[in-house]
């Protein structure tokens, strides 16, 4: 299978296991609770004057492996169901 094949038919993976192993209440619940835990090291980051861009894409990874596991799902299949739930606005 070409490269370029086999990413395809990751993503279609990824998108299928975020939207069917994981129920939006549960991910709801389970997202909120793991967003209480990061929140400390937000504002680190504004007392330290960083920007909500500067440490985005580490909340992002952070959240991601911290509620992964919890839904059996790559981290890649989180962070997409994340995203496309729009969950990155909740994020101080």
């Known amino acids: 299978m070409a490269a370029e094949d086999w990413a395809r038919l990751e993503w279609q993976s990824n998108c299928f296991a975020s939207h069917v192993l994981i129920p939006p209440d549960e991910l709801e ?3 909120r609770s ?3 835990r990061i929140k400390p090291s937000i504002e680190k980051a ?3 004057h960083l920007s909500r861009q500067d440490y985005i894409g ?6 991601v492996r ?4 919890r839904f059996h799902v790559s981290a890649e299949a989180m ?3 994340l995203l496309d739930d ?7």
Do not use: Q, T
């Not at 911290?66 to 596991?69: D, Q, S």
């Open 58 to 63: 580490f909340v992002l990874h952070r959240w």
């Open 79 to 81: 962070e997409r169901r």
């Open 66 to 69: 911290m509620i992964a596991p």
């Open 86 to 92: 729009d969950f990155l606005s909740r994020v101080p």
């Open 34 to 36: 793991a967003l209480e």
């Open 46 to 48: 504004k007392k330290h």
């Open 29 to 31: 619940r389970v997202a």
